[in-house]
Structure formats: structure tokens, C-alpha cells
């Protein structure tokens, strides 16, 4: 077992993980993830985006490979090790808005610091100010059936940054929302990230997404892949247009 690059804030080697029904979910993914950096993990629906963020994260154990935090291993950590991490270093947004019926929006928002032993007034605090950020902040005291999905996606994502992560997951975080709306979350959200140091690990298969990322590592099968496109031959018709290959690395 060798420890990652110390500028790396999330490494993985080798991962491979297969589906309950036997169908491959990655297939010796290896990446690094700097300190600060935006990554986006691009790929078309079923290429193993989702399934390496949860291994990245924690959630989901590799069948085989490793993953370090900081360098710590992850993937020989305990169950209750692993929660842990996830509670206190990690933000998660899925594509669904999943909140909580019973609490509000702010309180839903500050969850994860109540969590962690943060005391209400300043979970508050923190959980307003995202809000603000998001644009929903007049939406404090409303239940999550009070609110569009939208809103409701929008109350996730602050709810993943109030906490200050050190990485955030993000998998198809914007998917729910209209264009517009779409682009100024992501604005707010990469924003909010590049000031406050935090790392993105986003799952994405829009390339305009993608674009505001510091980098991209694209997924086909389960496997990283380098799209090439090919210019056409002179002088030959049947060569007109683009060639694209896709290349294992």
C-alpha cells in the first residue's frame, strides 16, 4: 500500500465495484483530487459517476482498489469510521431534494451542524446565510411541502455548504432545476467553494456544467476514458465531420 501525493486531498487506485446484479460499476478507476479544486466526473447516465462518488466518499465500500483522505486510507476504515468522516469532513448533494417533513427549511439546513454538536443559534445563523446566498432565504420558516422542487434542491445544496465541508459531493446537484435557476446555483455554489477552500467532486453529464469545473475526468462503462476528436483527411469525402475515439487511461 502506497499513501498518495501530499498536495492530493482525495486519492483513489484501482477501483472496481459491481453491481448486485452482477453488472460492472467501475472498472480500475485511479484519480487525485487537489486541495481546492472543482473537479467534474463527466459521463452519460450509467458510465459509474454516482458509483464513484460513493466510493470516493465512503458510502459505498470498493470491492477492490483504495481510497485516502488526507492521507488517511479509507477503504480499511470501520463502518462507524467511515459515518464519521462523512458527518464531519463531507457534504453530500444528491439529484433529489430528500429533506426532512417534520422540520423546517432552516432547520433542515442546519442539520448537519446540529449534528455535530453545533449549538441551534449558531446552526441557525449559518443556515440563514446560505439561504440568503441560494436566494430562498424568505423561505426559513416553511415546511418542505410548502415549496417547489426547486426550492427544495436549493435548500439540499445549503444545507451541504452551511457545514463548510472540506469536500463536497456533488452528484448531479443542478438536475432538478430550469436553466436559469440552474445556472445561478452553480454559480453560488462553485463560488462559495473557491472562497472557502473547499473541494468539488461533481457528477455531471452536461457539458455546460462541466466547463465551470477546474478539470474533468470523463467515465464510459466504468472505466476513465479521453474523448479524441479526430480531424477529417483532406480532400476525402467520406472523412467529413468529426471522428471521435475513446481511449483508456
Given at each position: 500500500?502506497?499513501a498518495p501525493p501530499d498536495n492530493d486531498v482525495l486519492w483513489a487506485r484501482a477501483l472496481h465495484f459491481r453491481h448486485d446484479d452482477g453488472s460492472p460499476g467501475l472498472s480500475g478507476v485511479s484519480l487525485g483530487v487537489r486541495?481546492?479544486?472543482?473537479?467534474?466526473?463527466?459521463?452519460?447516465?450509467?458510465?459509474?459517476?454516482?458509483?464513484?462518488?460513493?466510493?470516493?466518499?465512503?458510502?459505498?465500500?470498493?470491492?477492490?482498489?483504495?481510497?485516502?483522505?488526507?492521507?488517511?486510507?479509507?477503504?480499511?476504515?470501520?463502518?462507524?469510521?467511515?459515518?464519521?468522516?462523512?458527518?464531519?469532513?463531507?457534504?453530500?448533494?444528491?439529484?433529489?431534494?430528500?429533506?426532512?417533513?417534520?422540520?423546517?427549511?432552516?432547520?433542515?439546513?442546519?442539520?448537519?451542524?446540529?449534528?455535530?454538536?453545533?449549538?441551534?443559534?449558531?446552526?441557525?445563523?449559518?443556515?440563514?446565510?446560505?439561504?440568503?446566498?441560494?436566494?430562498?432565504?424568505?423561505?426559513?420558516?416553511?415546511?418542505?411541502?410548502?415549496?417547489?422542487?426547486?426550492?427544495?434542491?436549493?435548500?439540499?445544496?445549503?444545507?451541504?455548504?452551511?457545514?463548510?465541508?472540506?469536500?463536497?459531493?456533488?452528484?448531479?446537484?443542478?438536475?432538478?432545476?430550469?436553466?436559469?435557476?440552474?445556472?445561478?446555483?452553480?454559480?453560488?455554489?462553485?463560488?462559495?467553494?473557491?472562497?472557502?477552500?473547499?473541494?468539488?467532486?461533481?457528477?455531471?453529464?452536461?457539458?455546460?456544467?462541466?466547463?465551470?469545473?477546474?478539470?474533468?475526468?470523463?467515465?464510459?462503462?466504468?472505466?476513465?476514458?479521453?474523448?479524441?476528436?479526430?480531424?477529417?483527411?483532406?480532400?476525402?469525402?467520406?472523412?467529413?465531420?468529426?471522428?471521435?475515439?475513446?481511449?483508456?487511461?
Amino acid at each position: 500500500m502506497v499513501a498518495p501525493p501530499d498536495n492530493d486531498v482525495l486519492w483513489a487506485r484501482a477501483l472496481h465495484f459491481r453491481h448486485d446484479d452482477g453488472s460492472p460499476g467501475l472498472s480500475g478507476v485511479s484519480l487525485g483530487v487537489r486541495e481546492g479544486e472543482i473537479l467534474a466526473v463527466g459521463g452519460p447516465r450509467g458510465s459509474g459517476k454516482t458509483t464513484l462518488l460513493r466510493c470516493l466518499s465512503g458510502l459505498l465500500p470498493a470491492k477492490s482498489g483504495e481510497v485516502w483522505f488526507n492521507s488517511v486510507p479509507v477503504h480499511t476504515m470501520t463502518p462507524v469510521a467511515r459515518e464519521r468522516l462523512r458527518r464531519d469532513r463531507f457534504g453530500w448533494i444528491d439529484p433529489a431534494p430528500l429533506l426532512v417533513a417534520e422540520l423546517n427549511v432552516w432547520e433542515n439546513a442546519a442539520l448537519p451542524l446540529m449534528l455535530r454538536g453545533t449549538g441551534r443559534r449558531r446552526a441557525k445563523t449559518a443556515a440563514l446565510e446560505w439561504l440568503e446566498r441560494l436566494d430562498i432565504g424568505d423561505t426559513a420558516r416553511r415546511h418542505p411541502e410548502e415549496l417547489t422542487h426547486a426550492e427544495r434542491q436549493r435548500v439540499c445544496i445549503a444545507r451541504a455548504l452551511a457545514p463548510a465541508p472540506s469536500v463536497l459531493f456533488a452528484d448531479e446537484p443542478t438536475a432538478p432545476l430550469h436553466r436559469i435557476d440552474r445556472a445561478h446555483v452553480l454559480r453560488t455554489l462553485t463560488t462559495a467553494a473557491r472562497s472557502h477552500g473547499i473541494t468539488v467532486v461533481l457528477a455531471t453529464h452536461d457539458a455546460q456544467t462541466a466547463a465551470l469545473a477546474d478539470r474533468t475526468v470523463s467515465l464510459l462503462d466504468g472505466r476513465r476514458v479521453h474523448t479524441l476528436h479526430l480531424p477529417p483527411l483532406p480532400g476525402t469525402a467520406e472523412t467529413e465531420g468529426l471522428a471521435a475515439c475513446s481511449l483508456s487511461v
